[in-house]
């Protein structure tokens, strides 16, 4: 089966400007999460969503980040405006719905802030 | 959610089985111990997850004592390919995965 596909694979911008990622997750899977993973750590969720609501947004800077998820499949992931500190690689999973269910990660989009 | 402990760094020869204790002293009840494994330039995988006892899988061993306040994973007769950083992590039904540093494996020729 095709894996999480996500884009672009780098990006770098200058602060205070805005940037977007998108998701594909796997199909079927009805969990969608994005994960913010700075140099040297483990990755840290920043959003999940059921479908297309979200479940869990406590972690995600509301100030300038954004998600959406239309339709239950696609995501984005939006920053307005960038600071030098969200400098980082941001993975996006997916996973069936249930308990304990595997986590499926793409292999994210490396942002860099000048 | 139990917070978990384990080496930040780990060497060990090609062919070699390699393994990687985790602590999680304060798993309660419902938790279930999984590890995934994460290699530079991509996201993490998902290798293996148990709740007690033993799990195996053509990747890996999972060992899990009657008290569950540790696990090991083991990987027989590593490779070079197996260098990467693996992560252990107590988890309960649907909640966040909370993901620490991990331990660095490195293999060496």
């Known amino acids: 089966e095709a894996g999480v596909a996500q884009s672009p694979r780098y990006k770098i911008i200058e602060k205070r400007q805005s940037v977007a990622f998108w998701c594909n997750p796997i199909s079927g899977h009805a969990t969608l999460y994005w994960y913010q993973q700075i140099l040297g750590q483990g990755p840290k969720l920043l959003i999940q969503?059921?479908?297309?609501?979200?479940?869990?947004d406590s972690q995600l800077p509301k100030d300038r980040f954004s998600a959406e998820r239309l339709k239950g499949v696609d995501s984005t992931l939006k920053i307005q405006p960038a600071k030098l500190e969200d400098s980082a690689v941001y993975l996006c999973?997916?996973?069936?719905?249930?308990?304990?269910?595997?986590?499926?990660f793409g292999d994210g989009t490396r942002l860099s802030i000048l | 959610l139990a917070k978990t402990t384990q080496p930040i760094s780990m060497d060990s020869y090609e062919g070699q089985e390699v393994n990687i204790t985790c602590s999680h002293n304060?798993?309660?009840?419902?938790?279930?111990i999984t590890w995934y494994q994460q290699f530079p330039s991509q996201g993490p995988r998902f290798i293996i997850q148990?709740?007690?006892t033993k799990v195996t899988n053509e990747v890996a061993s999972l060992f899990i004592p009657a008290d569950r306040k540790s696990s090991t994973l083991s990987l027989p007769r590593v490779s070079l390919s197996d260098t990467a950083v693996y992560y252990c992590?107590?988890?309960?039904?649907?909640?966040?995965?909370?993901f620490g540093k991990g331990t660095r494996l490195s293999v060496i020729a």
């Open positions: 999973a997916s996973s069936l719905q249930g308990t304990n269910q595997p986590q499926h």
């Open positions: 969503f059921q479908n297309n609501g979200v479940v869990d």
């Open positions: 304060n798993i309660a009840t419902n938790d279930y």
């Open positions: 148990g709740y007690k």
């Open positions: 992590l107590v988890v309960r039904g649907n909640t966040p995965l909370v």
